[in-house]
């Protein structure tokens, strides 16, 4: 089923008529939009629940994309822009583009070897992909991938006997940077998620029904087994390991006393650069900055945890003004365009990381579709700097930008 655009003021009653693309042919989808369309047109709903829906109300999600929108160009002209690039270095490497895949787990739902896949996108294009500690790939086997920038992220659960082998596995496999997540220790009221759920988690009868209404899918997942927490099911009773109790044991054993305390454990344990990840708090971007981490990455969860909250667009140029030119930067929400990565630039951060967008690639079209998400992204970058009047990145700064925040706002 194709798919329709919201109605723009390009059109009159929905003429011309417009439609996303939803086919095969990777290099037709000219938008991450129509990676999202094909995604939505091959899942069935309760894996949609699951990638797209956010807590509560879901206000934390749509503030991400009304933030971008708030910001608007001022365009120089009559500038040399012959050799514009959106390469920068990243940790003192260059990559394709100041951005990383962003950690996600259970991929496995979306596509059999998912984080494979992700890590094989990225991979090609040339920049970093932070695995989660709830991926279904064991972290040696995403290592293999030639040419990979591996990153891994750690949620804090159990004992210190789970975290301090996982950095253990995570640095005998060569990961280059480790990502603590801090705003996850109390899971987020997903009300939309868990309405295609029963209780212990298992797809209600609905969901089911509607599931097998989408048999590419199943072939592409479930048909080669339910998926497992490779990395830490070792660490998971006996009795609790198949997919649904692991999934709820793993998240009881949060510790709702995770602190600036473990932060420093963690620090004085991993020798590499270290980031922690999920500020929205300009108190706790201080806070971070002081307590030796190597790099801040501001945002909310995508929008998954608190609801109501501000998005990291929001604050960006007061973090960066607390961290000055010492701290790396980043912000994840809302990346669905490239104006999204130079609007986040010009107002201080050093690099973004997107998951929605690429996950709309890995469920349109594997590795393949998340690479074309990235070079969606790369190419519309290279588009929008020229259009911007910018010779590099370098020049990117607040003053390309005003903020205007009255203008109606529509979320894609």
Request: proline letters at 6%.
């Given at each position: 089923?194709?798919?329709?655009?919201?109605?723009?003021?390009?059109?009159?009653?929905?003429?011309?008529?417009?439609?996303?693309?939803?086919?095969?042919?990777?290099?037709?989808?000219?938008?991450?939009?129509?990676?999202?369309?094909?995604?939505?047109?091959?899942?069935?709903?309760?894996?949609?629940?699951?990638?797209?829906?956010?807590?509560?109300?879901?206000?934390?999600?749509?503030?991400?994309?009304?933030?971008?929108?708030?910001?608007?160009?001022?365009?120089?002209?009559?500038?040399?822009?012959?050799?514009?690039?959106?390469?920068?270095?990243?940790?003192?490497?260059?990559?394709?583009?100041?951005?990383?895949?962003?950690?996600?787990?259970?991929?496995?739902?979306?596509?059999?070897?998912?984080?494979?896949?992700?890590?094989?996108?990225?991979?090609?294009?040339?920049?970093?992909?932070?695995?989660?500690?709830?991926?279904?790939?064991?972290?040696?086997?995403v290592a293999e991938i030639e040419g990979l920038r591996h990153w891994w992220q750690l949620y804090v659960f159990g004992g210190e006997e789970v975290w301090q082998e996982l950095l253990r596995r995570a640095d005998a496999a060569g990961c280059e940077a480790l990502v603590l997540t801090t705003n996850a220790q109390i899971f987020g009221d997903r009300e939309w998620n868990s309405r295609t759920r029963y209780p212990g988690g298992w797809p209600t009868l609905a969901a089911m029904l509607d599931a097998a209404r989408h048999p590419r899918w199943a072939a592409a997942t479930v048909a080669h087994g339910m998926p497992e927490f490779s990395n830490v099911i070792d660490f998971v009773p006996k009795d609790k390991r198949s997919f649904f109790d692991s999934a709820t044991w793993i998240?009881?054993?949060?510790?709702?006393?995770?602190?600036?305390?473990?932060?420093?454990?963690?620090?004085?344990?991993?020798?590499?650069?270290?980031?922690?990840?999920?500020?929205?708090?300009?108190?706790?971007?201080?806070?971070?900055?002081?307590?030796?981490?190597?790099?801040?990455?501001?945002?909310?969860?995508?929008?998954?945890?608190?609801?109501?909250?501000?998005?990291?667009?929001?604050?960006?140029?007061?973090?960066?003004?607390i961290v000055g030119g010492a701290t790396a930067l980043y912000m994840s929400g809302g990346i669905r365009h490239g104006t999204d990565i130079i609007k986040a630039l010009a107002l201080g951060a050093d690099a973004v990381l997107t998951g929605r967008a690429a996950l709309y690639g890995l469920c349109a079209g594997g590795a393949d579709g998340v690479y074309r998400a990235l070079d969606i992204l790369r190419k519309q970058m290279m588009n929008e700097l020229g259009q911007a009047g910018m010779a590099s990145l370098d020049a990117l700064s607040p003053a390309l930008l005003r903020h205007m925040p009255r203008i109606p706002v529509p979320v894609v």
């Open positions: 089923m194709a798919v329709r655009p919201r109605s723009s003021v390009a059109q009159m009653d929905g003429s011309p008529p417009r439609r996303y693309y939803t086919g095969r042919n990777l290099e037709r989808a000219r938008a991450i939009a129509d990676l999202r369309a094909r995604t939505h047109r091959l899942m069935p709903r309760f894996v949609l629940e699951y990638l797209e829906g956010g807590a509560g109300e879901e206000a934390t999600v749509r503030r991400e994309r009304e933030a971008f929108a708030e910001w608007r160009f001022q365009p120089h002209i009559l500038v040399d822009e012959s050799n514009r690039s959106t390469k920068r270095d990243i940790l003192g490497r260059e990559a394709a583009m100041p951005l990383a895949i962003a950690p996600t787990g259970l991929n496995a739902l979306f596509l059999h070897r998912g984080d494979t896949a992700l890590a094989q996108g990225a991979a090609r294009m040339g920049v970093p992909y932070i695995q989660s500690t709830m991926s279904n790939d064991s972290i040696e086997r998240r009881e054993q949060m510790p709702k006393t995770l602190s600036w305390d473990d932060v420093a454990r963690i620090r004085a344990r991993w020798p590499k650069p270290f980031f922690v990840k999920g500020l929205l708090n300009l108190e706790d971007v201080r806070r971070a900055r002081d307590s030796g981490v190597d790099g801040i990455i501001l945002g909310s969860h995508g929008g998954r945890q608190m609801d109501w909250a501000v998005s990291a667009l929001d604050i960006l140029p007061e973090a960066r003004e």
